[in-house]
């Protein structure tokens, strides 16, 4: 039966993470709540001048077989099980005090087998039997039992029992019971992932036989893609640096599902670039990049690729934003939302002119992040691929024509090459320059896509002659090639792999075109 406030009178704490502990200990001493603990939590409180029991000496038993057994013990465990009202009897016959709240956070296993040379052993003797199970018990118990394992709770606890006399409300204590079984949820998952990759050997296997992760709630959304389904936004807890989950906002409405994706897809095209770069996403798609010598230059390229649809998107830089760039973007266009590493105070006035854009910023990483997967969800099951990391240089270029592409055409592939990467398929990209002319995303044929790329371009009323034409997959027949040259296209890039290679290199070769194979493709769907 729920009951309401609950007086705590005893607490026992055990926690990996210290973080906060002293301070927190000492308000509990405070409100005269007597403290248990171990090893080297019992040290750390003990050694600050404040009353703590050590376990052993309540339990009356050591620890013991090198501190696997510390806790597993009836005056422990029955006093976080017992249930107040209902097994008084049987703890006072066995001298089982109460013990009404729980402080224990686990050492992440992760992180003691990150080592690519962790031994089986190694990786056995990390895994904590006691902390999960006095969790559990406590998050089982939780209508008499405060269960803590977020040092982001401290505080919070520490004020509700001053304002109620030492008493948590059975709300805090059932919110406190989600986190504890989301952090042995989490822990297992840890373990779980770790064996299921690797064989008795203790040899890696290509995928796992069981999959585990887990997400927090970061924030809930107005909807989802449209207005009739519900949404929410959920982010992993080793969340890269520099990704959108990691990105703080600060300015502008709330995102929304679509806006969240869709930064997602400019933010991780507009990473791939070292010089100043600008990436514009629209509905998933990117619809203008550039690079240039200044962020303001990069936005202009990136901006005039195609005006119309830029309009209501989502803006990605690469370096601070600069008053000067910002003023060219507010003057230039409606936008839903700008990220950027930084963003200067001044340009920050000018966008808080249109207060409803959505401004983020994201930290640059201090090395490229790994990302080991890429998911997408089918009815009822999960598909998991190696997360698309693949980076083109120059080596991996092979010249199949006659005619080799000049070093600044080189340039220009190694461009439209992260362009097309990140367009959905079918995708084809003209650019030149270190800009994109027109883009064409998503068909069901190559051959439209280069049309809708060229259409592009002529509405923007930019020049193909002499661009550098990307495609994100192998052209199956040469009318792909013939239609390239029409429109002007002086080079090509493409992974090959054709039955019909021959007869496309055939076609490059009458129209004088230079291409060149990668020998990989980027499908994106």
Request: proline share 3%; with cysteine; charged share 20%.
């Amino acid at each position: 039966m729920v009951s309401g406030k609950k007086k705590i009178s005893r607490a026992l704490i055990t926690v990996s993470d210290k973080t906060g502990i002293l301070k927190f200990a000492s308000l509990l001493v405070d409100y005269g709540i007597q403290l248990l603990s171990t090893a080297g939590t019992f040290k750390l409180i003990s050694d600050a001048g404040m009353p703590v029991i050590d376990v052993s000496d309540y339990t009356e038993l050591p620890e013991m077989m090198d501190g696997r057994v510390k806790t597993l013990h009836p005056r422990i465990h029955g006093g976080i099980l017992g249930r107040r009202g209902t097994d008084d009897e049987v703890m006072t016959k066995f001298g089982i005090t109460p013990i009404d709240m729980v402080v224990v956070n686990l050492y992440p296993f992760s992180q003691a087998v990150e080592t690519d040379h962790c031994s089986i052993d190694h990786a056995i003797e990390n895994i904590d039997i006691g902390g999960p199970a006095l969790i559990r018990a406590a998050a089982k118990n939780h209508n008499d039992v405060a269960v803590v394992v977020d040092v982001s709770d401290y505080e919070e606890i520490t004020e509700e029992l001053t304002q109620n006399n030492g008493h948590l409300s059975y709300q805090t204590r059932y919110s406190l019971m989600t986190k504890a079984f989301a952090h042995t949820t989490a822990y297992d998952g840890m373990i779980s992932n770790h064996f299921a990759e690797r064989d008795f050997n203790n040899e890696k296997i290509p995928f796992k036989s069981t999959f585990s992760f887990q997400y927090k709630i970061r924030q809930g959304l107005r909807y989802g893609e449209n207005p009739h389904q519900a949404a929410a936004f959920y982010i992993a807890e080793d969340a890269n640096e520099s990704s959108i989950s990691a990105a703080r906002q600060i300015q502008g409405k709330q995102l929304s599902f679509n806006n969240i994706a869709d930064t997602d897809t400019a933010l991780e095209c507009v990473k791939q670039f070292a010089e100043p770069a600008c990436v514009i996403v629209k509905h998933a798609n990117p619809c203008g990049v550039a690079i240039a010598d200044s962020l303001y230059n990069a936005y202009k390229a990136a901006h005039s690729t195609d005006p119309e649809s830029a309009y209501g998107g989502i803006i990605a830089f690469n370096k601070e934003l600069d008053e000067i760039t910002a003023q060219s973007i507010i003057g230039n266009q409606f936008l839903e939302v700008l990220i950027a590493p930084s963003i200067t105070s001044e340009a920050l006035k000018v966008l808080k002119n249109k207060a409803n854009i959505r401004c983020l910023h994201f930290a640059e990483a201090k090395q490229a992040p790994k990302i080991a997967y890429d998911y997408k969800k089918v009815g009822g099951g999960l598909l998991v691929q190696d997360y698309d990391s693949h980076v083109l240089s120059v080596k991996d270029i092979s010249v199949v024509t006659e005619r080799a592409p000049t070093a600044t055409q080189i340039q220009d592939m190694i461009f439209t090459w992260k362009v097309v990467k990140m367009v959905k398929s079918n995708a084809i990209v003209f650019a030149k320059n270190g800009r994109t002319l027109g883009i064409g995303a998503g068909q069901m044929s190559r051959v439209n896509s280069s049309r809708i790329a060229l259409t592009k371009a002529e509405q923007a009323g930019l020049e193909v002659s002499g661009a550098v034409m990307a495609s994100d997959a192998f052209f199956p027949f040469r009318d792909g090639i013939d239609n390239a040259a029409n429109a002007g296209v002086s080079c090509i890039i493409q992974p090959g792999g054709s039955k019909r290679d021959d007869e496309v290199i055939s076609a490059a070769n009458e129209h004088n075109i230079a291409m060149v194979f990668t020998a990989i493709r980027h499908f994106r769907h």
